[in-house]
């Protein structure tokens, strides 16, 4: 599979659409074959998808996505794993190993972090 991480330094960037810089990754066979980083200067979380499409990717690994933009990698057929927040290498090997599940397009997952802690036992606002 042919895996695109947005970073941030080295880190896997905290949101989809942020970051200029790629980290595109051959894994197959439970190992990494090959990596390289490029630039992407597209700001526009449609126009990357659309970039993506275009290096050949079939899978991206990201921090925080949008519903709608998770859908529209789907539609495209790249397969997202959302939330990942450590070392791009580190995912990269935990995707190689398997360790690492994908999003349902229509059920992204459940918020983790400090907004998932302040919310959690109260009410919805009015």
Do not use: Y
Not at 51 to 71: I, K, N, P, Y
Not at 84 to 99: I, Y
């Amino acid at each position: 599979m042919k895996v695109v991480i947005p970073l941030f330094g080295s880190r896997v960037a905290p949101r989809f659409d942020c970051g200029t810089e790629l980290l595109i990754a051959q894994v197959q066979d439970g190992g990494i074959k090959g990596a390289e980083q490029v630039t992407d200067g597209e700001g526009n979380p449609l126009q990357r998808v659309a970039r993506l499409r275009e290096l050949g990717a079939d899978t991206v690994v990201c921090g925080a996505v949008t519903g709608f933009v998770l859908r529209h990698l789907a539609a495209n057929g790249i397969r997202v794993f959302p939330w990942v927040f450590c070392e791009a290498s580190e995912a990269l090997e935990a995707l190689a190993s398997g360790r690492l599940l994908a999003a349902s397009p229509l059920q992204p997952g459940k918020r983790r972090g400090c907004c998932a802690r302040r919310h959690r036992g109260r009410a919805s606002p009015r």
